[in-house]
């Protein structure tokens, strides 16, 4: 989405940027919050697998910087230039004031490369097809050989 959308010139505005909770950090493999509304109500759906893995390389950069996954998550979407702005859905005070110093958090490129990887999706039919060589991209021309 992120090439259409700065081809196009147009922005982007994220809800949930934490998964309902899940990218905060305070869900591991071995612990999951009993008291979580994410417990008893899995909302939004995500692939937990892979979330546990962006989750890992998420806390590996939140601990270079001293600060809170859920402020990694946050400050990387917002290093993205299409992304205008983030709803979030704090509950408690605390967890608003920690997602608000997010935007104190300057992240370098290759902490923004590293999550970038960490969150790739495995492409699927037909979106595979996106990978090959084409002339169709938006901001491409199309290119004929001569006979």
């Given at each position: 989405?992120?090439?259409?959308?700065?081809?196009?010139?147009?922005?982007?505005?994220?809800?949930?940027?934490?998964?309902?909770?899940?990218?905060?950090?305070?869900?591991?493999?071995?612990?999951?919050?009993?008291?979580?509304?994410?417990?008893?109500?899995?909302?939004?759906?995500?692939?937990?697998?892979?979330?546990?893995?962006?989750?890992?390389?998420?806390?590996?950069?939140?601990?270079?910087?001293?600060?809170?996954?859920?402020?990694?998550?946050?400050?990387?979407?917002?290093?993205?230039?299409?992304?205008?702005?983030?709803?979030?859905?704090?509950?408690?005070?605390?967890?608003?004031?920690?997602?608000?110093?997010?935007?104190?958090?300057?992240?370098?490129?290759?902490?923004?490369?590293?999550?970038?990887?960490?969150?790739?999706?495995?492409?699927?039919?037909?979106?595979?097809?996106?990978?090959?060589?084409?002339?169709?991209?938006?901001?491409?021309?199309?290119?004929?050989e001569r006979q």
């Amino acid at each position: 989405m992120i090439p259409l959308l700065k081809d196009q010139g147009v922005g982007l505005l994220v809800w949930s940027p934490l998964a309902g909770g899940f990218l905060s950090g305070k869900f591991t493999r071995d612990n999951a919050d009993a008291a979580a509304r994410r417990a008893t109500f899995d909302f939004p759906p995500i692939d937990k697998d892979k979330a546990y893995g962006i989750v890992d390389a998420m806390r590996k950069v939140a601990d270079g910087h001293g600060v809170s996954v859920a402020q990694i998550a946050l400050a990387w979407i917002l290093a993205h230039d299409v992304v205008t702005s983030v709803i979030i859905g704090a509950r408690k005070l605390e967890q608003l004031d920690d997602n608000l110093r997010s935007v104190d958090v300057a992240l370098s490129s290759d902490e923004v490369k590293a999550l970038d990887e960490a969150s790739r999706l495995t492409p699927e039919y037909p979106a595979w097809m996106d990978a090959l060589p084409s002339d169709r991209r938006p901001g491409e021309e199309r290119r004929f050989e001569r006979q």
